[in-house]
């Protein structure tokens, strides 16, 4: 049995080019993420409120159908 990657709760919206994050959980996944900000590249602990996914790994992020297609592909354990 493949279980699909799971970061928690995000309440995503659409964005311009992306998706909005709405909400992150504290003590997911996605609250100690690190990730890339900004145009320059730094790296940050922990996804916030307010920041928009546009990408994961390669694939672009334009929908919560993209979204959801990724997680799905993903599986649980793998480092996004």
């Known amino acids: 049995d493949t279980k699909s990657a799971y970061i928690g709760y995000l309440?995503?919206?659409?964005?311009?080019?992306?998706?909005?994050?709405?909400?992150v959980g504290p003590g997911t996944p996605a609250a100690s993420a690190a990730h890339k900000t900004g145009g320059t590249g730094t790296v940050s602990p922990g996804l916030?409120?307010?920041?928009?996914i546009k990408k994961i790994n390669t694939s672009e992020v334009r929908s919560l159908g993209d979204f959801d297609k990724i997680m799905q592909q993903t599986k649980a354990g793998v480092a996004m």
């Open 11 to 23: 309440a995503l919206t659409p964005a311009d080019a992306g998706l909005t994050i709405g909400f």
């Open 48 to 52: 916030q409120a307010g920041d928009v």
